[in-house]
């Protein structure tokens, strides 16, 4: 559905990958939390591509030589909860407990059996 990258100063991250990919980026402010909108291809296009979004990290960073830990997948699901069910029953954790994003979706992130941050969505314009 769409990746997230977590970063400390959003407008310093934004330059970044502006500079060497030419994505754009929109700031979304919802109920104070900081977050930009990542435009990959124009809409439209026929490139392909994958939109995301850019947000403050919410914890710690993790050092160098740990291995991936910043960019975040979401998958689309039809049913959040039923889905974070099957998750636990297999052996994931919750690492981000279920949230609004008011009037569009439930998100939440969960941690695979290998350790790997990972998130569902699911659409709902009466998340609240």
């Not at 029953?89 to 569009?104: D, R, T």
Request: some cysteine; overall charge negative; aromatic content about 10%.
């Amino acid at each position: 559905m769409h990746f997230e990258i977590q970063a400390d100063d959003l407008n310093r991250a934004a330059e970044f990958y502006t500079g060497i990919l030419g994505w754009t980026f929109q700031r979304w402010d919802s109920d104070g939390m900081e977050y930009m909108m990542i435009m990959t291809a124009e809409k439209e296009s026929k490139e392909s591509g994958i939109n995301g979004g850019l947000l403050k990290r919410p914890t710690s960073q993790a050092g160098e030589g740990c291995g991936a830990n910043a960019f975040v997948c979401t998958v689309l699901v039809e049913d959040f909860d039923k889905t974070a069910s099957k998750i636990l029953e297999c052996g994931g954790k919750v690492a981000m407990p279920k949230f609004a994003i008011p009037k569009m979706a439930w998100q939440g992130y969960f941690i695979d059996t290998e350790g790997n941050t990972f998130g569902i969505h699911q659409a709902d314009e009466n998340a609240v």
